[in-house]
């Protein structure tokens, strides 16, 4: 308000403060409207003016307003604190006949009595002092707390469900910080990302820690575009470098968002969803967020249906396996043959192992299935000339397993199969972790004259220094090499320089996925030792292979290069 | 303060200053960082120096592990910079900053002999330093006592 005039202040005053009597009953009508809760009260805490708002939150719309006046606000609320005779502003708490729990603040009205206005309380506990609610390394609440939010969240009146979006979250490359460095740090990195997490929030945003480095964040009040920006910018703060201990640690953090709906209408299941969008998120390259989407259900949902149907299949042998052969080059004799797996799916039909593999990895189905195609792969190389060798994939889940010697050995006695007849093909990411382990291994199973032959070689990890690391007998060098038009000098090049570190190594160096000729002469000129692939043949099938040695005569130098339209993926 | 019976930690980065900003603005926000700094580091017993030109800026932090740590987090949360880069990080016997000494320098208030070990004043770019070069060019800012102090 501005300064008194000298003279007639008063009149001044009160012809600029106060409306005419017309607009006093506008306003008073706008206040009885307005969709803010108001009250206001006598000194003795009658009610003098109680708004529509205020009682259809409430859920006394019941009766008008009028009715309610001379009554006090603990005869409507009998759990409402008694308002204080203080003069500052003072915020209380109460329940309305429903349960649901309200927040008023009371301001003293300079006429007398006090004019309240209502809000829905916060949905956090008041504070984080209930221990069983708190986790303990980062100070934020836990699972408890976050059903224990959510639930209050939903007591709050209002049309449909909770305007509710939960973020979760999940750490990049923590893992491997936690490993190599001590867990102090570790810790003290969640710690620190929990105070990232908590200041890139607001006030009444809900944050749990929900498992090692797994974080919920409930926000409300936010569209999807609002929700977008907290996720991105959480991203970018947690990319940022963090300093612990003394140490620069740089990790970065992938986030699911799904919105509580009709369709996800608790708690759980709309974890579950940004869960799953999380989970997707990770998949399409770290760092980033993702919306939850139905279509992901139904991946994930397809992805469980193949999970439990794998487990059966083991069991009722629903598998086959073709058998690829690999060519000497400089002999053009026919050195063996490499065993490839297939599913024939009663419903599904033929599933191909990159639909499949790595799901039975993943569940632990890949032990079992490893050891029936091993089985069934020396059992066929039994009935071929002694001459011939049979190769098997072995997945880096598998190799590490500690069975996997074992099953070898017992795979061995059982069918009498010389065992520099048998090739296990292991790819580069079996390298990666647990070097030890996976050289003892290697060594090992060599010293019973199994072989062992790098898979996939050039995709990937791809460094020359596991041909000098690891005592490989054979290096298969990736099809995508191979087929990589003739003038691509990169890959000509690096097919160079693994025959040449091959041979060195004394290795013998196969190109998977010759399908011309002119691949053929190229693959020779490089140095490469073997080859397989369409131009030799597509994979046949175990009753097959009997003819294709006769028709051969083992020796391939007369076969024909495949049909237009018959090629596939060689690796399946 | 003693640092003799604790471990005390130095860090060197540079970052970037965020989004348009016109003079006025800049040396407000510049005005704002070296209030905060001035009044949060003392309290923890972190010294160092700050040096801002170019739209970059050049800090050293040293002092207790926690206390460094903790304030380096805090910047790095803040809006008004960007692409934080640690360009020495490592645990030291003493500070080289005894006291909290934040200053400011502007393009214009270069002096071509002050930087010139580190090239010519006119296209002084704190990004294109190593670590020992900020850490030197604000050591020896701090030294000579010319730096334009805004912090009173
Ligand atoms: C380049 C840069 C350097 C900063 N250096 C410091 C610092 O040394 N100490 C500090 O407390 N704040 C520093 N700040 C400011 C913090 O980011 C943050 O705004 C401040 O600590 C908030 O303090 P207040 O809540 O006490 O105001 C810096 C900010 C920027 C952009």
Same mark, same amino acid.
């Given at each position: 308000?501005?300064?008194?005039?000298?003279?007639?202040?008063?009149?001044?005053?009160?012809?600029?403060?106060?409306?005419?009597?017309?607009?006093?009953?506008?306003?008073?009508?706008?206040?009885?409207?307005?969709?803010?809760?108001?009250?206001?009260?006598?000194?003795?805490?009658?009610?003098?003016?109680?708004?529509?708002?205020?009682?259809?939150?409430?859920?006394?719309?019941?009766?008008?307003?009028?009715?309610?006046?001379? %009554?006090?606000?603990?005869?409507?609320?009998? /759990?409402?604190?008694?308002?204080?005779?203080?003069?500052?502003?003072?915020?209380?708490?109460?329940?309305?006949?429903?349960?649901?729990?309200?927040?008023?603040?009371?301001?003293?009205?300079?006429?007398?009595?006090?004019?309240?206005?209502?809000?829905?309380?916060?949905?956090?506990?008041?504070?984080?002092?209930?221990? $069983?609610?708190?986790?303990?390394?980062?100070?934020?609440?836990?699972?408890?707390?976050?059903?224990?939010?959510?639930?209050?969240?939903?007591?709050?009146?209002?049309?449909?469900?909770?305007?509710?979006?939960?973020?979760?979250? /999940?750490?990049?490359?923590?893992?491997?910080?936690?490993?190599?460095?001590?867990?102090?740090?570790?810790?003290?990195?969640?710690?620190?990302?929990?105070?990232?997490?908590?200041?890139?929030?607001?006030?009444?945003?809900?944050?749990?820690?929900?498992?090692?480095?797994?974080?919920?964040?409930?926000?409300?009040?936010?569209?999807?575009?609002?929700?977008?920006?907290?996720?991105?910018?959480?991203?970018?703060?947690?990319?940022?470098?963090?300093?612990?201990?003394?140490? %620069?640690?740089?990790?970065?953090?992938?986030?699911?968002?799904?919105?509580?709906?009709?369709?996800?209408?608790?708690?759980?299941?709309?974890?579950?969803?940004?869960?799953?969008?999380?989970?997707?998120?990770?998949?399409?390259?770290?760092?980033?967020?993702?919306?939850?989407?139905?279509?992901?259900?139904?991946?994930?949902?397809?992805?469980?249906?193949?999970?439990?149907?794998?487990?059966?299949?083991?069991?009722?042998?629903?598998?086959?396996?073709?058998?690829?052969?690999?060519?000497?080059?400089?002999?053009?004799?026919?050195? $063996?043959?490499?065993?490839?797996?297939?599913?024939?799916?009663?419903?599904?039909?033929?599933?191909?192992?990159?639909?499949?593999?790595?799901?039975?990895?993943?569940?632990?189905?890949?032990?079992?299935?490893?050891?029936?195609?091993?089985?069934?792969?020396?059992?066929?190389?039994?009935?071929?000339?002694?001459?011939?060798?049979?190769?098997?994939?072995?997945?880096?889940?598998?190799?590490?397993?500690?069975?996997?010697?074992?099953?070898?050995?017992?795979?061995? %006695?059982?069918?009498?199969?010389?065992?520099?007849?048998?090739?296990?093909?292991?790819?580069?990411?079996?390298?990666?972790?647990?070097?030890?382990?996976?050289?003892?291994?290697?060594?090992?199973?060599?010293?019973?004259?199994?072989?062992?032959?790098?898979?996939?070689?050039?995709?990937?990890?791809?460094?020359?220094?596991?041909?000098?690391?690891?005592?490989?007998?054979?290096?298969?060098?990736?099809?995508?090499?191979?087929?990589?038009?003739?003038?691509? %000098?990169?890959?000509?090049?690096?097919?160079?320089?693994?025959?040449?570190?091959?041979?060195?190594? $004394?290795?013998?160096?196969?190109?998977?996925?010759?399908?011309?000729?002119?691949?053929?002469?190229?693959?020779?000129?490089?140095?490469?030792?073997?080859?397989?692939?369409?131009?030799?043949?597509?994979?046949?099938?175990?009753?097959?292979?009997?003819?294709?040695?006769?028709?051969?005569?083992?020796?391939?130098?007369?076969?024909?290069?495949?049909?237009?339209?018959?090629?596939?993926?060689?690796?399946? | 303060?003693?640092?003799?019976?604790?471990?005390?930690?130095?860090?060197?980065?540079?970052?970037?200053?965020?989004?348009?900003?016109?003079?006025?603005?800049?040396?407000?926000?510049?005005?704002?960082?070296?209030?905060?700094?001035?009044?949060?580091?003392?309290?923890?017993?972190?010294?160092?120096?700050?040096?801002?030109?170019?739209?970059?800026?050049?800090?050293?932090?040293?002092?207790?592990?926690?206390?460094?740590?903790?304030?380096?987090?805090?910047?790095?949360?803040?809006?008004?910079?960007?692409?934080?880069?640690?360009?020495?990080?490592?645990?030291?016997?003493?500070?080289?900053?005894?006291?909290?000494?934040?200053?400011?320098?502007?393009?214009?208030?270069?002096?071509?002999?002050?930087?010139?070990?580190?090239?010519?004043?006119?296209?002084?770019?704190?990004?294109?330093?190593?670590?020992?070069?900020?850490?030197?060019?604000?050591?020896?800012?701090?030294?000579?006592?010319?730096?334009?102090?805004?912090?009173?």
């Amino acid at each position: 308000m501005g300064q008194k005039r000298k003279h007639n202040s008063d009149t001044i005053e009160i012809a600029t403060s106060l409306p005419s009597p017309a607009t006093a009953s506008n306003v008073l009508q706008g206040l009885l409207d307005i969709n803010v809760g108001l009250i206001a009260v006598e000194a003795d805490h009658s009610i003098i003016f109680i708004n529509t708002q205020f009682l259809s939150l409430t859920g006394l719309a019941t009766a008008q307003p009028g009715s309610f006046c001379g %009554q006090t606000f603990s005869d409507l609320f009998p /759990d409402a604190p008694i308002i204080a005779d203080a003069d500052t502003a003072q915020s209380a708490s109460f329940t309305d006949a429903a349960g649901r729990p309200w927040a008023i603040t009371w301001t003293r009205n300079p006429t007398g009595g006090w004019i309240g206005t209502l809000s829905p309380a916060s949905a956090q506990p008041s504070a984080l002092s209930d221990p $069983g609610m708190t986790d303990d390394l980062t100070g934020l609440g836990n699972r408890v707390y976050l059903r224990h939010c959510f639930e209050r969240l939903s007591r709050q009146p209002r049309a449909g469900c909770p305007d509710v979006v939960a973020l979760y979250l /999940d750490l990049d490359r923590f893992k491997p910080i936690n490993d190599t460095f001590s867990h102090a740090t570790g810790d003290g990195l969640l710690r620190k990302t929990a105070d990232r997490l908590r200041s890139s929030l607001r006030q009444e945003d809900i944050i749990a820690r929900v498992g090692g480095d797994e974080f919920v964040i409930l926000l409300t009040g936010r569209d999807d575009a609002a929700s977008e920006d907290v996720a991105r910018r959480i991203a970018k703060l947690i990319a940022r470098p963090f300093l612990v201990d003394g140490k %620069q640690l740089t990790i970065g953090i992938s986030i699911g968002l799904a919105r509580l709906s009709p369709e996800a209408p608790c708690l759980d299941t709309v974890l579950q969803q940004a869960d799953i969008a999380l989970y997707e998120s990770k998949n399409a390259g770290r760092g980033g967020f993702q919306w939850f989407q139905s279509h992901m259900q139904e991946r994930l949902l397809d992805q469980q249906q193949i999970e439990n149907d794998l487990k059966k299949a083991v069991l009722l042998e629903q598998f086959e396996l073709l058998f690829q052969p690999q060519m000497l080059l400089d002999s053009t004799k026919i050195t $063996g043959f490499e065993a490839l797996i297939r599913w024939h799916h009663p419903e599904r039909g033929l599933i191909t192992p990159d639909k499949f593999i790595h799901i039975a990895e993943q569940t632990g189905s890949i032990v079992p299935l490893g050891a029936w195609v091993l089985r069934k792969a020396c059992e066929t190389a039994c009935d071929w000339p002694a001459n011939l060798s049979v190769a098997v994939n072995v997945s880096p889940v598998q190799f590490e397993h500690e069975s996997f010697i074992n099953t070898v050995q017992l795979v061995l %006695q059982s069918t009498n199969l010389d065992p520099s007849r048998l090739e296990l093909e292991i790819t580069e990411t079996a390298l990666l972790n647990n070097v030890d382990l996976v050289r003892a291994r290697i060594e090992e199973l060599r010293a019973q004259g199994v072989k062992i032959s790098l898979d996939d070689f050039g995709i990937g990890y791809s460094s020359l220094n596991y041909l000098r690391q690891y005592p490989f007998d054979k290096v298969k060098i990736d099809q995508s090499f191979v087929r990589e038009p003739l003038a691509d %000098q990169q890959a000509s090049h690096i097919i160079g320089a693994v025959a040449q570190l091959g041979v060195a190594f $004394g290795m013998n160096v196969l190109a998977e996925g010759v399908e011309t000729r002119e691949q053929l002469s190229k693959i020779r000129d490089q140095g490469c030792s073997s080859v397989q692939g369409y131009f030799l043949s597509k994979p046949i099938s175990a009753d097959a292979v009997d003819d294709f040695l006769k028709t051969t005569g083992g020796d391939a130098a007369f076969t024909t290069p495949p049909q237009e339209g018959e090629k596939e993926d060689d690796r399946q | 303060m003693t640092d003799s019976d604790q471990e005390l930690l130095r860090v060197v980065y540079f970052s970037r200053f965020d989004g348009d900003h016109s003079d006025a603005e800049m040396a407000w926000e510049i005005d704002a960082i070296l209030e905060a700094s001035q009044r949060n580091n003392a309290k923890v017993g972190v010294t160092g120096a700050l040096i801002f030109n170019a739209g970059v800026f050049g800090q050293v932090l040293e002092g207790p592990i926690d206390a460094v740590e903790e304030t380096f987090d805090r910047i790095q949360m803040d809006d008004r910079h960007d692409d934080v880069t640690i360009l020495e990080l490592g645990r030291v016997q003493e500070r080289a900053f005894t006291n909290w000494s934040m200053g400011f320098v502007g393009a214009d208030q270069m002096h071509a002999q002050l930087f010139d070990r580190i090239g010519s004043a006119t296209h002084f770019d704190i990004s294109n330093l190593t670590g020992v070069e900020i850490f030197e060019a604000l050591y020896a800012l701090t030294l000579k006592n010319e730096i334009a102090m805004r912090a009173a």
